[in-house]
């Protein structure tokens, strides 16, 4: 009912205007019209901020601001959950570097500790020491004002259970609007369509989750992520619940986003294959990053590796082979202290196992390091 009374007010007062304007004018004398005119002359009174509104507003343009080319720097990154009966260390000085702008995926065994890094990046959870840098701004040193407004404009949530995404009784336009309404937005309506025709639900917008699939609920999720124009978007296994085509359907959705909008996109996952169809894989092992898996051409690979005469034959081979374009290049992350983890495939062929000595020598004609099990 006070809808419908708000509506009948507002088209009362819209007839209202149309027959004063269609009023004939009444004749004004000259004194009059200049003060009329001197009154329609002045500027429109500009609404001034309170002084705590202004301190909000600068404060979060200081905590979401870029100032460096990195949107995350993880140094010795160290994460311990501690108990009175057992303490547990999920993080064991990680390393990790993503630039602004770019599509990484996580990878790694449950207990790895992907997840946790997840978290801390999200702002849910602290470091137990290291540095973890967002945009050049240590999270360590963050209040817990600084860290309420780090989460309300600068990253965006998706998770694989949707429980944690979705209000089940209301509609997908409904379900956007939320934390807009929560947050004052005005226009909640057109950013909501918008969103979701972003993630390629506008024909879903008045659907409720049990009209829905389950990729479909996923790519509500995504844009309820998208609500407060994040920065970074964090996804925590965001296909683990959903068959192959739906997964790869997903991962579009991701790409379009990463690329249109230039969001740094950062996906946990256990899926490989799914790994495998992004440009860089970091995977993480025993709590550090261990290696990373990166998309490269024939002839980038060969370059680096070879001379231009044996480059150029065999990238002619490959070609004539039908071999795809990229090939997925692994990497092994030599941490700051210099220790790295080798893989665990190449450990086996050795007949090599954690606690073994080895044996490091220095190939200075190839530049290389060989390594062999000590006798």
């Known amino acids: 009912m006070t809808d419908e009374k708000d509506t009948v007010l507002e088209e009362a007062e819209v007839a209202s205007d149309e027959v004063q304007e269609n009023e004939p004018e009444e004749p004004v004398s000259e004194k009059k019209a200049g003060k009329s005119k001197e009154k329609k002359q002045k500027p429109p009174k500009e609404k001034k901020l309170s002084k705590k509104k202004q301190r909000i507003l600068e404060h979060e343009q200081e905590i979401t601001a870029p100032t460096t080319e990195y949107a995350i720097e993880c140094e010795n ?23 602004r702008g770019e599509l990484v995926a996580i990878v790694g065994t449950s207990g790895s500790g992907k997840s946790t ?16 840098n967002v945009n050049g701004r240590n999270l360590l040193k963050f209040t817990e004002e ?40 005005k226009n909640r309506r057109e950013r909501a369509l918008e969103l979701l025709d ?42 683990g619940s959903v ?25 946990v996952t256990h899926d490989m294959r799914l790994a495998k169809q992004i440009d860089r894989v970091i995977a993480i092992r025993d709590g ?51 220790r790295l983890q080798l893989p665990k495939e190449y450990l086996e062929e050795l007949g090599m196992k954690g606690g073994d000595r080895v044996k490091a020598d220095l190939d200075k004609d190839a530049e290389r390091i060989l390594i062999r099990k000590a006798e």
Do not use: C
């Open 146 to 185: 600084d860290y309420m407004l780090y989460k309300r404009n600068m990253v965006g949530f998706v998770w694989q259970n949707n429980a944690r995404n979705l209000v089940p009784y209301l509609t997908a336009e409904q379900n956007v609007e939320l934390p807009m309404l929560m947050q004052g937005q």
């Open 243 to 267: 068959d192959t085509k739906t997964s790869d359907q997903l991962l579009q959705v991701f790409k379009d986003l990463n690329r249109t909008r230039g969001i740094t996109i950062v996906i």
């Open 117 to 132: 890094l997840l978290n801390m990046l999200g702002g849910l959870d602290k470091p137990s020491a290291g540095s973890l």
């Open 288 to 338: 550090r990053t261990s290696s990373e898996i990166i998309k490269k051409t024939h002839a980038e690979i060969m370059r680096e590796s070879q001379s231009l005469e044996q480059m150029d034959e065999e990238l002619t081979k490959s070609v004539t082979e039908g071999e795809p374009d990229f090939i997925s290049e692994e990497l092994v992350v030599l941490d700051r202290t210099g």
């Open 198 to 239: 972003a993630v390629g639900l506008s024909h879903r917008i008045n659907s409720r989750l049990d009209q829905m699939s389950g990729g479909e609920q996923q790519r509500v999720a995504i844009a309820i992520s998208l609500a407060n124009n994040p920065q970074i978007l964090l996804a925590d296994e965001p296909t």
């Open 77 to 99: 990154l160290v994460k311990i959950y501690k108990t009175e009966q057992i303490e547990v260390v999920a993080l064991q000085g990680l390393d990790l570097k993503v630039k």
